[in-house]
Each structure stands twice: as C-alpha cells, then as structure tokens.
C-alpha cells in the first residue's frame, strides 16, 4: 500500500468515510425507534394487530359520538280519566296546618282530575286539561326558589316531562304583568328558558291542591294527579327521590 506524503491527499476518501458512518449511524437510530429488530426476529403480526385494535377502537369511539340514534319521543296524554275533579274550596277558606315538605297522602286529591281552569300561558290561553302529562310548579311570588325548581327541572327533563311553573294571575293590567316577569325570571334562572309558565288568575290550582310554598304537582298523562308536595324548601333541601313517581308518568315503550 502506497503511503502519501502529504495527508490532505486522502481528505476526499475521509469525507466519503464520515458521509458513510453519518449514514450508518441514523439507520441504528432508526432501527431502534420502529424496533425493526424485533421485527425482523418476530415478524409485523403483532405491530398490525395492534394498529387494527387502535383503529378499530377509534371507529367505535366515533361512530357511538356521532352516529344519530333515534329519540325517544316525549309521554303523550292520554284519554281524560272519567274520575271526579278536584275539589275547590272557598277562597277564603283555611289550610290545614302540616310541617314541611308534606306529601300528599290522602285520597281527596289524589288520583283525581285537576280541578278545571283557564290558564293565560307563555304561549297562549291553555286548560287545566292540556297541560298532561307534566310537574306542575305552583310558585307564590318572589319565592327565591330558582335552586329547587333547578333540582325538579332536570329531573323532570331526564324523562322528557314538560315543567309547568305557575304562579296567581294579577288582580289588575300592572299586577298581571308584574306576575308574568316574575315567572320569566324564573324560568330564565331556574330552566334556562326551557320550562313553560302559566298565570292562573283565580288561583284555582293552588286553592284546589291546598298549596303552600312551593307546591309540585305531577300530572298524569290521563290528567289525574299523582303526586301533591307541599312546601319545598326554596334551596331543595329535604327534596324526595322522585325518580319513581316520575317514571310512572312516562312508562318506557
């Protein structure tokens, strides 16, 4: 092997030798990152099976999030039941005192139609009869009551149930009005506007449930009533299950 004198001769071979283990160098890199090794000692089935479950555990994902599914449609009313309505009494007459909240355990109220009344709604003038099924929320004024009604609201939505709030209707134009914002309000706070509100301006409901407080009434989808709770805490406090009660209102198909 010839020897040069002078070493700057072999500076091209030297740089063809660095190019190459520069090379070398980032094809062992590589082969540790993929594990090209193990690749070729095992094979690709495992790195292939493991890519299909990603991909197909991926799919799944999607397809549950953005695949529509059919809606359950919300509790129709049924034929009237041909009971006797609720009785009324007089304006004037007194409620029996009970500690609070009380369930309604007598049969005067239970299972029969609510008492008959026009009510003057957000979207128009309704019956006592159309509003089936459905949780009634007889609401004085100024109750600061938005948490409970909060509580009852989602509940009832859970099951597709329309949430009444009603409260008495004014006994002038300005009274009227101040009623109908006071029930927007809550609503607004309460439902984020997704309750409906009605005035009922003779009180018939309140006077025929014996309401005090906040009073829930559930409704039937055949217009009789299920449940009277009297006196809910405005914060929801002592707030019964009502899962039960409200299932039986919207019987699953």
């Known amino acids: 092997m010839t020897v040069p004198d002078d070493a700057r001769t072999l500076e091209a071979d030297r740089a063809v030798w660095v190019a190459e283990e520069r090379r070398r160098r980032r094809r ?13 000692r095992f094979g690709l089935s495992g790195p292939i099976l493991t890519l299909c479950l990603l991909l197909t555990a991926g799919v799944g994902s999607l397809a ?4 529509p599914r059919p809606r359950t449609p919300p509790p129709a009313a049924a034929p009237l039941a041909a009971v006797p309505r609720v009785a009324v009494p007089a304006a004037d007459a007194p409620a029996p005192p009970e500690p609070a909240p009380v369930l309604e355990r007598g049969g005067d109220i239970l299972g029969r139609r609510l008492p008959a009344a026009v009510l003057t709604a957000d979207l128009g003038t309704v019956t006592t009869d159309d509003v089936r099924p459905a949780v009634l929320l007889l609401a004085p004024a100024d109750c600061g009551c938005a948490p409970a009604v909060r509580t009852l609201y989602v509940q009832a939505r859970e099951f597709r149930l329309s949430t009444w709030l009603v409260a008495p209707g004014g006994r002038d134009a300005a009274s009227t009005a101040a009623a109908r914002r006071g029930l927007d309000a809550l609503d607004a706070q309460a439902a984020a506007g997704g309750a409906r509100w009605a005035l009922d301006p003779d009180d018939v409901l309140a006077r025929g449930t014996r309401a005090r407080g906040l009073t ?12 009277v709770l009297r006196d809910v805490a405005p914060d929801g406090r002592g707030l019964p299950a009502m899962e039960i009660a409200l299932a039986a209102l919207a019987p699953r198909r």
Do not use: F, K, Q, Y
Not at 28 to 40: C, H, I, K, N
Not at 64 to 67: A, C, D, E, G
């Open 64 to 67: 549950v999030v953005l695949v």
């Open 28 to 40: 062992r890199r590589l082969r540790r990152l993929v594990l090209t090794r193990r690749w070729e």
């Open 216 to 227: 829930v009434v559930l409704v039937r989808p055949d217009g009789t009533v299920a449940v």
